[in-house]
């Protein structure tokens, strides 16, 4: 650590103290009423001189981390390590009053040659656990000066629409350098799930179908650990089978597969907010290959005041002058995306889009996702998927609960897509709009409930010991039998 320069090694401690013990005395006196006229200006422009000599800039980038930085939180680099033809990549974020966020990734060892040596992915993975604490951050190690400029408008954004949780904080790193071009400098990697945004994105770049706009796209990382938990009942299964269908999927467009293994769901971040971030992490490893990166976007731009992790004004914020964010596909609905997969055989075969599922990676052709995407086929024309083993009813479809806003878009949505082409007197484009009647009267009725809650859990608590509801109940005894 880096000693700030200071009249002596005890008078810098002892002038921060005296220092904030007068300005809070000044505080005091003027909540009392006691006005102090000029006395209170010149004794702040005095404390400001006597602080500006104790403690220096050490926030310049590059300065070192002394008395003014002790209370800063600290991300630290950890040695790179090869087991087994695995490589582990890993950092720590501490502050010496919030604890220890440790964030790591694993990738085949054939990949190491790509993994960047600059903390950039450590930084991104991190910064919303930043925003929470709201400390000022030091980075041991080498970051892009770029990249903390667009992170700045970042977190400018997130305490925006989220302005309670998260704070901007001020990140300096021990060495601010842009990396130079990587040897693969046209080259673009994305993150593939099998699902349809990235389907979707990876089919048509590679069919060059987006002009002055299309990316030469030659890798994608399928992630573990992101919609499939680590920690999750037959997690390595599931993901075993996710990752034999992307390298099928991705083989068929000569893509390489790059599979990636992170604890990011450890970090004390809401989802919701955050997955955007471990994303780009992971794909930021690999700058020391790719020039750029491409997000497959899954809000578009009729919905940008939805506050999602992954959004067309945040996306590209998430980046450095050497290592582009791409936001792809925001200009499409996906039941309008629906029509190109259909072009791709391999697609309608291994497309994953179901999360509910707890035994298999495949579609359980029974939750609200999986329903909504069978409906889009439909909507546009086509027939069901050899991904879904079978089809939904009518009493499926009204049946389903859409329990957010924005599933109830994209139910209608299908009916629009469904519309144009003359299918919307269709029995089952009935059946979704009752489901979306059905779901906001729901929705209207929870809304009028809400107050009621606090009674009705003080009666459950009475009566049944818990405020649980009887099924959550049921479930909690099987989960722990």
Not at 422 to 434: D, F, I, K, Y
Request: aromatic residues 6%.
């Amino acid at each position: 650590m880096t000693n700030i320069p200071c009249r002596s090694s005890k008078d810098g401690p002892n002038a921060l103290i005296l220092a904030t013990f007068v300005r809070g005395a000044l505080c005091i006196l003027k909540f009392h009423g006691i006005k102090l006229g000029r006395a209170h200006a010149g004794v702040n422009r005095v404390i400001s001189n006597t602080l500006g000599a104790v403690v220096p800039a050490c926030a310049k980038p590059g300065g070192g981390i002394g008395l003014a930085a002790m209370k800063n939180a600290c991300l630290r680099l950890e040695e790179r390590r090869i087991e087994a033809g695995q490589l582990t990549v890993a950092a720590c974020l501490e502050h010496p009053d919030r604890g220890r966020s440790r964030l790591w990734w694993q990738l085949p060892a054939e990949w190491s040659d790509s993994v960047t040596t600059w903390a950039d992915p450590f930084v991104i993975g991190l910064v919303f656990p930043m925003m929470q604490w709201g400390h000022d951050v030091d980075v041991a190690g080498r970051v892009s000066p770029s990249l903390l400029e667009n992170l700045e408008r970042f977190m400018a954004v997130w305490h925006c629409w989220v302005p309670d949780k998260y704070r901007p904080t001020a990140i300096r790193a021990s060495e601010e350098v842009e990396p130079g071009p990587p040897a693969g400098a046209a080259e673009t990697v994305l993150p593939f799930s099998c699902g349809v945004d990235s389907c979707f994105s990876l089919l048509r770049h590679r069919r060059e179908l987006m002009g002055r706009r299309n990316r030469r796209i030659t890798a994608g990382v399928v992630m573990n650990g992101f919609d499939i938990r680590l920690d999750q009942a037959n997690a390595a299964a599931i993901y075993s089978g996710l990752l034999r269908s992307a390298k099928l999927l991705l083989g068929s467009l000569d893509v390489a597969c790059i599979p990636m293994t992170s604890n990011f769901h450890e970090l004390p971040t809401t989802w919701k907010h955050s997955f955007a971030t471990h994303l780009v992490s992971g794909l930021s490893l690999l700058a020391g290959r790719f020039g750029s990166m491409m997000i497959p976007n899954n809000v578009n731009y009729g919905e940008l005041r939805r506050v999602w992790a992954s959004h067309p004004v945040s996306d590209p914020l998430l980046s450095s002058r050497s290592f582009q964010m791409l936001d792809d596909g925001a200009e499409h609905t996906r039941a309008v995306k629906m029509g190109l997969l259909a072009q791709w055989p391999q697609a309608m075969r291994y497309l994953r889009v179901c999360f509910a599922n707890p035994d298999s990676h495949a579609n359980c052709c029974r939750c609200e996702k999986c329903i909504r995407t069978i409906l889009s086929f439909r909507a546009a024309g086509c027939g069901l998927p050899p991904a879904f083993d079978h089809d939904v009813t009518d009493r499926q479809i009204r049946r389903t609960r859409l329990l957010r806003d924005n599933h109830m878009n994209y139910w209608l949505d299908v009916v629009r897509v469904a519309g144009r082409n003359g299918l919307g007197g269709a029995s089952w484009v009935r059946s979704v709009r009752a489901a979306v009647r059905r779901s906001r009267r729901r929705q209207m009725l929870d809304r009028l409930k809400r107050p009621l809650l606090p009674l009705r859990n003080a009666v459950r608590v009475l009566f049944r010991g818990s405020a649980l509801g009887k099924k959550q109940l049921a479930d909690q005894a099987r989960d722990q039998s």
